[in-house]
């Protein structure tokens, strides 16, 4: 890949929709700033994510988001699974909110390095959202241009996502002292879980009004 094709016009809107993603306040990023918090290996969680979405990607540019675009039934159907997950993981983290805090009871026992990246796979690799927006999203629109310049776009948003995973680890980490108030993560747990919830029934609603 030449230097001309780093920076052309399709790397910059690979980086402009990567950063519009950022914050998109999903399951991923939650880890991710919950692992800051904890201090549950933030650097090893945000590369764990990271070198997923650059598998997921580069699944996307190599064909399967093309081949979701061809069978409009199994787009339809990720991106009602979207909303699901969206859904159940929201309800999860609203029910913290009464009993004892999700991040609350990290903080209790500190994860090891294996836990902590497992989790990060399961939310990346058991999650249809970061299928549909590494994967799909980034295939379907990249298919617009050459194959040269389709890898330039995958190469902005992977430069975003970069910023995406380990922006909000140390975010975490930076608020980490802020947060040793327990009422403090309860009220995390409330608004994320509000947001998530928010976020599946707007994906409900654009998948019914599409319909």
């Not at 919950?34 to 996307?60: K, N």
């Not at 609203?94 to 990060?120: D, Q, W």
Request: proline share 3%; aromatic share 10%; charged share 10%.
């Amino acid at each position: 890949m030449t230097a001309d094709a780093l920076l052309s016009p399709a790397t910059l809107s690979g980086f402009v929709f990567g950063l519009g993603l950022i914050f998109s306040l999903g399951p991923q990023n939650l880890m991710l700033i919950q692992a800051g918090l904890t201090r549950s290996h933030p650097f090893a969680v945000a590369s764990t994510g990271y070198v997923s979405e650059i598998a997921l990607v580069t699944m996307g540019i190599g064909g399967f988001g093309t081949l979701l675009t061809d069978n409009p039934a199994i787009s339809g159907m990720l991106q009602a699974a979207c909303a699901g997950f969206l859904a159940w993981w929201g309800a999860r983290t609203l029910l913290a909110v009464n009993g004892t805090s999700h991040i609350e009871t990290v903080a209790s026992g500190r994860k090891s390095r294996l836990r902590a990246i497992g989790s990060m796979l399961a939310v990346t690799w058991l999650n249809p959202l970061a299928w549909f927006e590494a994967m799909f999203l980034v295939g379907v629109l990249s298919f617009s241009y050459g194959s040269e310049e389709q890898v330039g776009f995958a190469a902005g948003f992977l430069a975003a996502s970069a910023i995406k995973f380990y922006g909000w680890s140390l975010a975490g980490v930076s608020l980490s002292r802020r947060f040793d108030r327990p009422i403090y993560r309860k009220r995390m747990d409330a608004v994320a879980g509000l947001v998530l919830i928010l976020a599946a029934l707007l994906l409900a609603a654009n998948i019914l009004n599409g319909a």
